[in-house]
């Protein structure tokens, strides 16, 4: 392609009601001088409600499982009300009808043959996106502009693990012969993110969250200018802003560190937007679509990304951290396989790691199977559980090669209990365990000292140590 397009991604927040329709709008249009390719999730909350009305199903309600949709489908009704013409109107309604009878035949089946939840979940939750993206498309042709509307199964192509499917290599080719003669022709193709389809044709959805996602394939897939994520915060900021009111936008970050704080991070990027994105090299920006003038984050290759310093404090509470201890890890081998063996065995994933001679220490977010993981893990040492803790993490490139950065995260909260610190050799992280009871003081703290000027003390420390570098 002569011109690369711009891929601009629209959460669920940015299209949750009428305003927020023409808003976008809005942002297309000014951007629609150069290549654009729309990429929009299922309106604020639809997901959540489609989700529990397959529960509804599978507990062998049909009706009541289609009935508690209504509400949604008329705020489809209203928003298409406001903001389209009769014509596209219509069209629209005749959609949302369609999907309507749709569901409600998929949910008596769903009640009938409970076995077949997973394949018809996602039969079902694609109407989120299916019906955002028509609305969309029609709110875009009727600001002005030439857009087309495309159905995502068509270009992202999956293998068959429902509900969180992978993508395969052959969406590059089926996305680019899609879209690029679009694009050449001067449209704006509009396609519903999270959705894709298996090769028999089985609509499949890429996890929670999935449709930035789907802009990060559907980018590299185009080889994108850059990959613009749309939502309400004005890009990634330097701490959860509910612990930290003084957290501040990010200009600036790596792939590597956006991973991390993706991870972590208050929700803002799906944590697989980035790996495609970074094999491509192509610039991800995070933007709000409530303040489209605010230049939000940048993420960028690691030698464009500011090197030297710490972006940001990121912060999980509500862990649990397990340490098994035990006398026969002491020059042993296979203890570490055994352990972990455990974990696979009862489908728990492991966090943070940190080993001593004699003990082992983990920390896992999803504690549910602990009942049933214990008693296999006493049976390799002793084991001690510690509920309420919270993984906090200072994310920078600085964190690479600087000295001294550790022993000042400490001496902040000198007087606050850490545990199992890790940070590795090329790693652009420090993580450690506090209580949750002392997590927003430390947090409040760390950012004091590193995003605020901090105290005189601090000050003259961070001189004096950059003196002495
Ligand atoms: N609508 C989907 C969800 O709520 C995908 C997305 O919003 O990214 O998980
Ligand atoms: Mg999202």
């Given at each position: 392609m002569t011109t690369k397009p711009t891929i601009m991604k629209f959460g669920g927040t940015s299209v949750e009601d009428s305003e927020a329709f023409r808003n976008v709008a809005r942002i297309v249009n000014s951007a629609s001088p150069q290549r654009v390719v729309v990429v929009v999730s299922a309106i604020g909350g639809f997901t959540d409600a489609l989700l529990s009305s397959v529960e509804k199903a599978i507990d062998g309600d049909a009706p009541a499982a289609t009935r508690s949709l209504d509400q949604d489908f008329e705020r489809h009704l209203v928003i298409g009300k406001r903001v389209l013409g009769s014509e596209a109107r219509a069209a629209f309604e005749s959609a949302i009808a369609g999907a309507r009878n749709q569901i409600r035949e998929l949910h008596k089946i769903v009640a009938a043959h409970?076995?077949?939840?997973a394949p018809l979940r996602d039969e079902i939750v694609a109407f989120g996106e299916l019906l955002s993206s028509q609305l969309l498309t029609a709110v875009l042709r009727e600001n002005g502009l030439a857009t087309s509307y495309i159905d995502a199964r068509r270009l992202i192509k999956t293998d068959e693990s429902y509900g969180a499917a992978v993508p395969l290599a052959e969406t590059t080719a089926a996305t680019q012969a899609e879209l690029v003669p679009l694009i050449e022709a001067g449209e704006t193709p509009v396609v519903g993110g999270f959705i894709a389809s298996t090769a028999k044709g089985a609509t499949t959805t890429l996890g929670r969250g999935g449709s930035d996602y789907s802009a990060a394939i559907i980018g590299t897939a185009l080889d994108a200018r850059e990959i613009q994520i749309w939502t309400d915060?004005?890009?990634?900021?330097?701490?959860d802003p509910r612990v930290v009111p003084a957290a501040r936008t990010i200009p600036v970050l790596s792939y590597q560190e956006a991973a991390e704080l993706a991870y972590f991070g208050a929700k803002v990027l799906h944590p697989k937007t980035i790996q495609p994105a970074m094999d491509r090299k192509i610039p991800v920006r995070v933007c709000n679509s409530r303040a489209p003038r605010e230049a939000g984050t940048l993420i960028v290759s690691e030698s464009e990304a500011t090197p030297q310093t710490i972006k940001a404090i990121a912060h999980k509470s509500g862990i649990t951290t397990v340490q098994i201890t035990s006398a026969r890890m002491l020059g042993a081998y296979g203890f570490l396989r055994a352990l972990f063996e455990v974990f696979d065995r009862h489908q728990t994933a492991v966090d943070v790691v940190t080993t001593s001679e004699v003990s082992v220490s983990l920390s896992i977010d999803d504690a549910s199977a602990l009942p049933e993981v214990i008693p296999d893990l006493e049976k390799l040492g002793a084991v001690e559980v510690e509920e309420g803790r919270t993984i906090v993490s200072v994310v920078?490139?600085?964190?690479?090669?600087?000295?001294g950065i550790a022993a000042r995260v400490f001496s902040t909260i000198s007087d606050i209990n850490v545990s199992m610190i890790s940070v590795g050799a090329s790693s652009v992280n420090l993580t450690f365990m506090v209580d949750d009871a002392r997590a927003r003081e430390t947090i409040v703290r760390l950012h004091r000292t590193y995003f605020e000027g901090g105290t005189l003390e601090d000050r003259i420390d961070r001189t004096v140590a950059d003196v002495l570098v």
């Open positions: 409970p076995s077949t939840n915060v004005s890009g990634v900021l330097t701490a920078g490139e600085g964190l690479r090669g600087t000295p």
